[in-house]
């Protein structure tokens, strides 16, 4: 377990954090310093209370505006993939008729080369 000291609106925090998480802690700090500047710089002082509770809100909508995209974009995620899995279904359906129609013009061309060789057998005995 890990210790480091992260600013936050002028005051220190000592914080515990994993080994090796304390990069990705005094980076998470710093942000959430910079909506305190944001902040303050947009209300003035009104106290550390309020802006971190507007800090947080605000880290909260951010949160919830990503959720909400990431539902509408696994939403369109599934969408895709049942129109892919259409797709292949009636590609499987165009491979089948086309497989049939193969088969029935080869049939087709086998008994015309039986007539083919049938008539040239007559005309030759004749």
Do not use: H, P, Y
């Not at 909260?60 to 939403?75: A, F, H, P």
Request: aromatic share 4%; hydrophobic share 40%; net charge negative.
């Amino acid at each position: 377990m890990s210790q480091i000291t992260v600013t936050i609106n002028g005051k220190s925090f000592r914080m515990a954090c994993d080994d090796g998480e304390e990069d990705r802690l005094m980076g998470l700090a710093a942000r959430f310093d910079g909506w305190i500047s944001e902040l303050k710089g947009a209300f003035g002082e009104i106290g550390d209370q309020r802006l971190t509770v507007m800090a947080g809100i605000m880290a909260t909508d951010q949160l919830s505006e990503l959720e909400r995209r990431v539902k509408q974009l696994e939403g369109e995620l599934e969408d895709a993939r049942q129109r892919q899995v259409a797709a292949l279904d009636n590609m499987s359906q165009n491979e089948e008729e086309l497989s049939r129609a193969v088969t029935t013009a080869a049939a087709r061309i086998e008994s015309l080369a039986d007539s083919l060789t049938r008539s040239l057998r007559t005309s030759e005995t004749s």
